[in-house]
């Protein structure tokens, strides 16, 4: 049996998807990124081959992506994330339906990617500049609520009154902001609904400079953020569609794309 | 988690919309709220009704028929005397604006366009039976018509363009006859001696009080904020007339007694501003919050949103009901400070009496961008001040919420350069 590794290395943490040969997911293990790039994705992968009983040398074919892509030299190939997004979002929602348009959050990049009827990128849009607005942006917050940012979601919904808008994406300003808010003893609730609507604010007008095509798909960590979501769909005015395990969609695109080359390679 | 349920729901256009304004109004309201030192207490009616209104959509006028007004030009006596209720529906909210948007020239002015955008949505807490929009300022004049294809009854009222000769006067005084009748005519009702005169006299009494507030203003200790003022007078574009009238009764017997108990709204230093230029229109007190906190305070404006509307009251000679027409008429046209007239001396003396009067260290001119007729009456009100020895700063600003950066650093300098004057002086 021959394996497939797709290594996403981002800003904030290290995905790795195992694959076998008809593209399903055999397994996956994430990490945080560190100092250390390089040295934390191979211990990842060495741990995952272990937890999946995979002997080193049936995993045939490696390939990395993301942020930190380059600095991962045993990578038999190493493609941009946007290309292995696509990749690995159309595989996910094979039983959902056609993915026209993904939109990504990771730790300190956001982007909206459109794709045609082959699912060919056709045309993506990134955040500039900082942060504003990604996982990192949620990551403050929470800690300023002091609350986990896995509880997000769940103040979200909680949320009785208008949400308070946030008017500063950028985390250093945001937090004073909050600071503000929070000392006028304003519900954490109504705070937690604001920022996720400002980030949701920020994240259309980025997907609607690629252009709005239903067959909506969300990935990256702040996509199990439910809240989020719904803050994103009621700005959008579209459903969207977010996979089982939304934070390893590119690492699974990198894999798909290592066995399309493998197979290409080998003439099989 | 998973989002792929036949039944899952999201927010409809309306609904969306209505969070958007929502969150626009209470951002303000709380500013207003928190922001300030000592607040005052009967404002919380006012902050109240806003919330209502725009959180809340709430209707205040549902037994009654609503006459929507697109410009202060359009007399409020003759609609009250008609038991309708005047709706005046200059909008301030970037929501709308950005609707609008859609519809209008990009460099159009925001106010109109959120005007158009917020007729375009037909998300109204208390929708207009009926608009009636006065032909000033080119771009509400042009878009009666695009309100009107969107299914509203929309009718013009023909307003001219010079105040100076007798013509334009007896043409005014034709228009405000005509749109008597009309509105009569829409809610079977006539105008007459007795009704038409408790209207004048209403609105009068409500211009009395303003004249009050305006009153507590001219002190060296200010009670009350010019941010606070702005949000009393656009009440007044929506609001049970009633309510309003005891809720600024109210108010006055507090500002009583804060002056006796010698309170500032603002500092000893604080410069003090008349505000002039395009209306400050809830939610969009981008500029006049700037100024005040950054230790200003605003004592007197000249805007159509607030002073214009209060400023001058009908004078009638007989109670007979041509000449009340008639004394509408020209407080409608003769005391009208708007730019959108040939030449407008009157404006510029306007502004220096409220300096003088209200002891203003500083004039601060804001203009929309794309609000064309401030954009050009700038000109010679800068040239004015100067030859008065009046500083004065002027800005562009448009609706939406990131420009505060810039804007900000503008007016504080501005003020601080007002605070250095002042000690100078000593």
């Known amino acids: 049996m021959r394996y497939f590794a797709g290594i996403d290395i981002g800003s904030t943490s290290i995905k790795i998807t195992i694959i076998d040969e008809n593209k399903n997911i055999i397994g996956f293990k994430t990490s945080a990124s560190g100092s250390m790039f390089y040295k934390y994705a191979q211990e990842t992968l060495d741990a995952l081959l272990q937890e999946l009983s995979i002997d080193k040398n049936n995993l045939v074919y490696i390939v990395a992506t993301g942020y930190g892509r380059k600095l991962y030299k045993e990578a038999d190939e190493n493609i941009s994330e946007i290309t292995a997004n696509a990749l690995g979002a159309r595989a996910a929602a094979k039983e959902y339906g056609e993915i026209k348009t993904i939109i990504n959050i990771g730790g300190q990049d956001s982007k909206a990617i459109s794709l045609d009827n082959e699912g060919n990128v056709v045309n993506f849009a990134m955040n500039d500049r900082c942060a504003a607005g990604t996982g990192k942006f949620l990551d403050v917050v929470a800690l300023k609520l002091e609350i986990g940012v896995d509880e997000l979601g769940e103040y979200h919904f909680k949320s009785t009154g208008t949400p308070l808008s946030v008017s500063s994406t950028c985390a250093v300003f945001a937090e004073s902001e909050i600071i503000g808010l929070l000392g006028n003893n304003h519900s954490v609730e109504d705070i937690v609904c604001g920022v996720h609507y400002s980030i949701a604010k920020r994240i259309v007008k980025l997907v609607k400079r690629v252009g709005v095509k239903e067959g909506i798909y969300f990935d990256g960590g702040p996509a199990m953020n439910g809240g989020l979501v719904s803050a994103i769909e009621n700005e959008l005015g579209h459903a969207i569609f977010i996979p089982q395990y939304p934070q390893i969609t590119t690492s699974y695109g990198a894999a798909i794309m290592g066995v399309d080359s493998y197979k290409y390679e080998q003439n099989l | ?426």
């Not at chain 2, 009967?42 to 006459?67: G, N």
């Not at chain 2, 507590?216 to 049970?240: C, H, M, Q, W, Y």
């Not at chain 2, 401030?374 to 009100?381: D, K, P």
Request: with cysteine; aromatic share 10%; charged share 30%.
């Open chain 2, 1 to 426: 988690m998973n989002q792929n349920k036949e039944n899952h729901t999201f927010e409809t256009p309306a609904e969306k919309q209505n969070r958007h304004k929502a969150m626009e109004a209470i951002k303000l309201l709380n500013t207003l709220r928190e922001d300030f030192k000592s607040p005052i207490q009967s404002m919380e009616y006012f902050y109240k009704l806003f919330e209502e209104v725009h959180c809340h959509q709430k209707s205040l006028h549902d037994d009654k028929t609503k006459i929507g007004t697109m410009c202060i030009q359009i007399p409020s006596e003759i609609i009250y005397a008609l038991d309708g209720v005047p709706i005046r529906l200059c909008n301030g909210f970037y929501t709308d604006d950005e609707i609008g948007s859609d519809l209008m020239p990009q460099k159009a002015c925001p106010l109109v366009k959120a005007t158009v955008g917020h007729f375009a949505s037909g998300n109204f807490s208390d929708k207009p039976d009926i608009v009636f929009s006065p032909t000033t300022c080119d771009q509400k004049t042009k878009v009666g018509a695009t309100i009107e294809s969107f299914g509203y009854k929309i009718f013009d009222v023909d307003f001219p363009r010079t105040k100076e000769s007798e013509a334009s006067r007896e043409y005014w005084r034709r228009s405000v006859k005509q749109f008597a009748v009309e509105l009569s005519k829409f809610q079977g009702k006539k105008l007459n001696r007795s009704n038409l005169e408790s209207a004048i006299k209403k609105i009068g009494y409500a211009q009395s009080l303003y004249h009050k507030l305006s009153n507590f203003r001219k002190l060296e200790s200010v009670p009350i904020l010019g941010i606070d003022v702005f949000l009393v007078t656009n009440a007044f574009f929506f609001d049970k007339i009633d309510n309003w009238i005891d809720a600024m009764e109210n108010l006055l017997k507090e500002l009583d007694l804060r002056v006796k108990e010698k309170i500032n709204a603002a500092n000893k230093i604080s410069p003090r501003i008349v505000y002039t230029g395009s209306p400050p229109i809830f939610p969009n007190y981008k500029i006049p919050q700037l100024i005040e906190e950054s230790d200003a305070i605003i004592v007197a404006d000249e805007t159509c949103s607030s002073n214009r509307m209060f400023n001058d009251m009908v004078a009638v000679d007989e109670w007979n009901l041509y000449d009340m027409l008639d004394s509408i008429a020209d407080k409608y046209l003769k005391a009208c400070t708007c730019p959108v007239f040939t030449k407008n001396n009157d404006r510029i003396r306007r502004i220096i009496n409220l300096v003088k009067q209200y002891k203003a260290d500083g004039v601060v001119y804001q203009a929309f961008a794309g609000c064309t007729v401030y954009e050009l009456e700038q000109r010679s009100v800068l040239e004015a001040m100067e030859k008065e020895g009046i500083p004065i700063l002027y800005l562009e600003s448009d609706y939406s919420p990131s420009q505060g950066g810039q804007l900000s650093t503008r007016v504080e300098a501005f003020i601080e350069s007002l605070k250095t004057r002042r000690r100078n002086k000593k």
